[in-house]
């Protein structure tokens, strides 16, 4: 079993999430700013962290299929469904 399979898409899942997550609220705080400086950098970083947690996720999904490194690729699917996740929560959370 070939463990670099499954742990280049977790590594990739885990920086993804992060930057969505930096890229979000740097971006909501310079779009909100006053100086102008604008947001656009942190949405084009946001949506290709997307991508890269998508791909990450389509990877994983994969492996789980072959049955490579199934710990790996499981918990490949979990970090990459955090932001949906932490997304439902606080909509819930906002309506209640």
């Not at 950098?41 to 990877?59: C, D, E, G, W």
């Not at 970090?79 to 439902?88: D, H, K, N, Q, R």
Request: charged content about 5%; cysteine-free; proline content about 3%.
């Amino acid at each position: 079993m070939n463990a670099r399979r499954g742990v280049i898409p977790l590594l990739a899942a885990v920086v993804g999430v992060g930057l969505m997550a930096w890229s979000f609220v740097t971006g909501v705080a310079a779009a909100l700013d006053g100086s102008g400086a604008g947001s656009l950098v942190y949405q084009v970083i946001f949506i290709a962290a997307a991508v890269l947690v998508l791909a990450s996720l389509v990877i994983a999904v994969i492996n789980l299929v072959r049955g490579d490194s199934r710990p790996l690729a499981i918990i490949t699917i979990l970090v990459a469904f955090a932001p949906l996740i932490a997304v439902i929560v606080l909509a819930v959370q906002a309506n209640s």
